[in-house]
């Protein structure tokens, strides 16, 4: 399954929306809260907002994923745990 599969997209899962506003700017990081069928409900910094699926991209870091970077290559070696929302 690809990480940006809809359903792939479940709670708890680390995304970005694929577009920006004054809401959610470019880049931020939310938290899938809830799955409602096509839409899930993001928790990002500064509030939450129902989004579709196929509008958001999976973070390529989870909780608990490994990476570590060399000579600007990404590796499986170092622990990474998420900021809280």
């Keep these: 399954m690809e990480l940006d599969d809809v359903d792939a997209i479940t709670v708890g899962k680390y995304v ?3 577009g920006q506003d004054d809401d959610i700017p470019r880049g931020h990081l939310g938290e899938v809260t809830k799955v409602d069928g096509d839409d899930r409900k993001v928790s990002f910094p500064d509030g ?3 989004i579709p699926a196929r ?5 390529n870091l989870q909780n608990g994923a490994q990476a570590a970077q060399t000579g600007g290559r990404w590796h499986a070696t170092v622990a990474w745990d998420a900021p809280k929302m």
């Design 55 to 59: 509008k958001l991209n999976v973070c």
């Design 48 to 50: 939450s907002y129902t």
């Design 16 to 18: 970005y929306w694929m």
